[in-house]
């Protein structure tokens, strides 16, 4: 398996930088804090122009479609796995901002444990970004991809009980 965990149970998130949906910086996240919620994680990177051009427009469109959802939880990460000096964590606060995500965002550039890149490319073996992972109410993984239907996965999302 080259990329992706798909029918894999979802690694624990090891992220130490972390901000609300209002941009304040707050505690390290876990899974366990979406206990019972469907989970939908964006990757991306700042300076990424198919993270602006398709995948931050999808996630907008689908967070509108599903916002009275309740048992499902987005967050957006951005894994750095390459220009560091440009995909910072003030960076990542400016992309919250710009496109007006009210959701929790990450700064993973990793540590030691992941080669010193974004922990969630290393442990969830993302190829790259713009890139969707959704992880079922059992913690295992269910989609781990690049290319993504909105229209489908809105659909996918609105039956989830």
Not at 14 to 38: N, S, Y
Not at 45 to 61: E, K
Not at 128 to 141: E, H, L, Q, R, Y
Request: overall charge negative; glycine content about 6%; charged content about 25%.
């Amino acid at each position: 398996m080259k990329y992706g965990i798909k029918g894999h149970k979802a690694e624990e998130f090891k992220i130490a930088k972390w901000v609300d949906d209002q941009g304040r910086e707050i505690t390290p996240l876990h899974l366990t804090d979406f206990e019972g919620k469907f989970k939908v994680l964006y990757c991306f990177q700042s300076w990424c122009p198919g993270c602006h051009s398709r995948g931050l427009p999808a996630l907008q469109q689908i967070i509108k479609a599903l916002k009275d959802k309740e048992d499902v939880a987005f967050i957006a990460m951005q894994t750095v796995f390459e220009g560091f000096e440009a995909n910072t964590y003030e960076k990542m606060l400016e992309v919250q901002q710009q496109y007006n995500l009210e959701i929790p965002f990450a700064h993973d550039p990793g540590d030691s444990t992941s080669n010193n890149r974004s922990y969630i490319m290393y442990h969830y073996r993302t190829g790259g970004t713009p890139w969707f992972i959704f992880i079922d109410k059992t913690n295992t993984v269910v989609f781990n991809d690049f290319h993504l239907d909105v229209e489908k996965t809105i659909e996918f999302l609105n039956k989830i009980e």
